[in-house]
Nanobody, 126 residues
Framework: QVQLVESGGGSVQAGGSLRLSCAAS????????MGWFRQAPGKEREGVGN????????SYTDAVKGRFTVSHDNGKNTAYLQMNSLKPEDTGMYYC???????????????????WGQGTQVTVSP
């Protein structure tokens, strides 16, 4: 089983930064890739970015390229989402997700995650 716990959300003004963390507790399960998603009120959940844990390869959706960075600490089994130059349209609930295998993604969206975190709120004011 895998448990994902996100932290680091909060409120920030436009142009500010936040770093989200996603700590994974995996028992007898090797996670191959982790991804970040977000959902704004009234909108569908969308993929933000993802990372292959054993290679460090990353992918991002166009809306966050150059502003957001996904990373992973193998020793801590924790994924991070560094968000810089935040915009009001980045507001939403952010979720991390994990997949055992294979790592398939499309335009920054991790496809078919096996596990989800509970989410953390990010609010960006103008």
């Amino acid at each position: 089983q895998v448990q994902l716990v996100e932290s680091g959300g909060g409120s920030v003004q436009a142009g500010g930064s936040l770093r989200l963390s996603c700590a994974a507790s995996a028992y007898n399960v090797r996670i191959s890739c982790m991804g970040w998603f977000r959902q704004a009120p009234g909108k569908e959940r969308e993929g933000v970015g993802n990372i292959v844990t054993y290679s460090g390869a990353t992918s991002y959706t166009d809306a966050v390229k150059g502003r957001f960075t996904v990373s992973h600490d193998n020793g801590k089994n924790t994924a991070y989402l560094q968000m810089n130059s935040l915009k009001p349209e980045d507001t939403g609930m952010y979720y991390c997700a994990a997949k055992v295998f294979p790592c398939t993604e499309r335009a920054g969206t991790l496809l078919g995650p096996d596990y989800w975190g509970q989410g953390t709120q990010v609010t960006v004011s103008p």
